[in-house]
């Protein structure tokens, strides 16, 4: 049975909080929020199964508990993170990693002196459907990937500090690194603040891969639909993610463009292929807890981590570089 404690109880933190106690293999000993009346609220809802606490080093000076799940504010990961890593705790740590990437090449040196595992909050990279598409990709079904897009827009919550690209793009940035097994060598990005000066509201950001492909992801907290799509364009196939479907959430499409060749001449031309439509079986789990249980497997039987601090790493790379885009107005940045 592993043993956890939980910082942060936000809206977040309370989805993570419901996940891990609904895991068999783990007991949530303590939870820690500055808030004293929010531990109270949610012990009572769940019955006392755990303690509470506002003071951190009550969690760090514990010896039974194995591993602390961090859902607090972004400015505090690498602090909060790197104090448990030094206590010998494992870390579950909410997107993003860190919010410099200094903090986040410490954060690894630390999991790797202390051999704990550091895993980031990376939750598409966990969705079945996603895996699915991962496994198309990799098995060639698409053929040469030419580019990807994709939307995450909402009417939802304000932020007063975190901007949408810091906020919302961590997860289109994620997954398209991991589905062509790559960073991007270059990122562009623009947007503008409308509703809080200096905090983005829109942004527009391209990631550019060798191969010439290319990510394009729109983000937004001020938009009419509330979309979560993903598009991937090969030269065999196309394919959709679409979060938002109930059921057909992943559809392959057979459509395409192919070189053909005149007869009985060498010139070739181009032509458009319009095949079926292909709407595969997805065995449907939550994506948190598919992920929450990847980090109680990964320190119990000593796994591999899938998100982990490297791949935050890699993602903070490009959110830097793109930040640094968006406030010069678009300017190409090597990452």
Request: net charge neutral.
């Amino acid at each position: 049975m592993i043993k956890l404690a939980q910082i942060g109880m936000g809206q977040w933190g309370q989805n993570l909080l419901r996940t891990y106690l609904s895991l068999s293999d783990c007991q949530m000993k303590i939870c820690c929020d500055e808030d004293q009346k929010t531990l109270e609220k949610f012990s009572r809802l769940y019955h006392n199964k755990f303690g509470v606490t506002q003071h951190f080093d009550d969690i760090l000076n514990d010896p039974e508990i194995q591993g602390v799940i961090i859902a607090t504010p972004a400015i505090t990961h690498a602090n909060l993170a790197m104090r448990a890593l030094c206590a010998n705790k494992h870390v579950f740590v909410e997107k993003p990693l860190a919010l410099s990437v200094n903090d986040g090449m410490r954060m690894i040196e630390l999991a790797h002196q202390n051999n704990r595992l550091l895993m980031v909050g990376h939750l598409l990279l966990y969705h079945p459907a996603v895996q699915k598409l991962k496994n198309a990709v990799d098995t060639g079904q698409l053929g040469d990937i030419h580019y990807l897009y994709s939307t995450r827009v909402n009417l939802g919550t304000i932020r007063e500090e975190e901007n949408a690209l810091w906020s919302l793009t961590v997860h289109d940035i994620s997954v398209a690194m991991h589905l062509l097994n790559q960073a991007p060598l270059e990122v562009t990005a623009t947007g503008s603040a409308y509703l809080r000066k200096d905090v983005h509201d829109v942004v527009f950001v391209t990631l550019y891969f060798k191969n010439n492909v290319m990510s394009h992801i729109h983000a937004s907290w001020l938009d009419p639909h509330k979309i979560r799509k993903f598009t991937v364009v090969g030269s065999k196939k196309m394919a959709v993610f679409d979060d938002m479907e109930s059921s057909e959430k992943l559809k392959f499409y057979d459509k395409g463009v192919e070189r053909m060749q005149h007869s009985g001449g060498y010139e070739t031309f181009l032509t458009l292929r319009e095949g079926d439509i292909h709407i595969p079986h997805v065995h449907m789990m939550e994506p948190l807890k598919l992920e929450c249980q990847h980090f109680i497997d990964s320190i119990a039987y000593k796994k591999p981590v899938l998100s982990d601090g490297h791949n935050g790493l890699n993602v903070l790379k490009v959110l830097t570089a793109a930040q640094e885009s968006l406030m010069t107005h678009g300017k190409p940045i090597r990452i």
